[in-house]
Nanobody, 126 residues
């Protein structure tokens, strides 16, 4: 029953924008800590952004601060990652992640998350 389905990846030119979405079913994002991660081939998985349950805490990796924004719509049960001013080094597979009934944490460590989206490819290239 639990699903966390990603969409929104694709090819974008440097300087462009893209919005990723993860739609949850079987659990409630309003009661979850959420995060976004990315991984390029041969590289470690990198925490991008996070938001605690009830949005009391947020965090962004230094590499994306000022360019990316995490948000959620609890009515739609969907989490978003708005990515602006994209750079080639942002190219990766992006994953949404959640801790249902989270503890109001905001972690950029992948091991802290229980449920993951399937991943969506983001390619930034001219």
């Amino acid at each position: 029953q639990l699903q966390f389905v990603e969409s929104g990846g694709g090819l974008v030119q440097p300087g462009g924008s893209l919005r990723l979405s993860c739609a949850a079913s079987g659990f409630t994002l309003g009661y979850s800590d959420i995060g976004w991660f990315r991984q390029a081939p041969g590289k470690e998985r990198e925490g991008v952004s996070c938001m605690s349950r009830r949005a009391g805490r947020t965090n962004l990796a230094d590499s994306v601060r000022g360019r990316f924004t995490i948000s959620r719509d609890n009515v739609k049960n969907t989490v978003y990652l708005q990515m602006n001013s994209l750079k080639p080094e942002d190219t990766a597979v992006y994953y949404c992640a959640a801790v249902p009934r989270g503890t109001f944490a905001c972690s950029l460590t992948s091991e802290d998350y229980d449920y993951w989206g399937q991943g969506t490819q983001v390619t930034v290239s001219s």
